[in-house]
Nanobody, 124 residues
Framework: QVQLVESGGGLVQPGGSLRLSCAVS????????VGWFRQVSGKKREGVSC????????YYLDSVKGRFVASRHNANNTVYLQMNDLRPEDTAVYYC?????????????????WGQGTQVTVSS
């Protein structure tokens, strides 16, 4: 059973940075695609990035390109999301999720395994 645990959320001022961690257990990270998603209450969950298990590249939502960087560390089975130049509109609950390695998408539907989420609040 694949399990994911996020950490690293919190309150930060606009322009600040946070690093989210997603610790994966139950399967080797090298055999998974891991995505980061976010959701604001009352809105649909949206994909923020995808660390592909197929080509090991990372893909991003247009609004976070150049500010967010996803990285996967197979040695410790952890995926990170470094978030820089944070904006109030980045405020959301952030989730990591895993799916089969041949899937590369930021659509949440194919993802089978989800973490519990971590709150990120960007406010002055």
């Amino acid at each position: 059973q694949v399990q994911l645990v996020e950490s690293g959320g919190g309150l930060v001022q606009p322009g600040g940075s946070l690093r989210l961690s997603c610790a994966v257990s139950g399967e080797a990270l090298s055999r998974l695609t891991v995505g980061w998603f976010r959701q604001v209450s009352g809105k649909k969950r949206e994909g923020v990035s995808c660390a592909s298990g197929a080509d090991y590249n990372s893909y991003y939502l247009d609004s976070v390109k150049g500010r967010f960087v996803a990285s996967r560390h197979n040695a410790n089975n952890t995926v990170y999301l470094q978030m820089n130049d944070l904006r109030p509109e980045d405020t959301a609950v952030y989730y990591c999720a895993a799916t089969d390695p041949w899937i590369t998408t930021m659509d949440p539907n194919p993802y089978d395994h989800w973490g519990q989420g971590t709150q990120v609040t960007v406010s002055s």
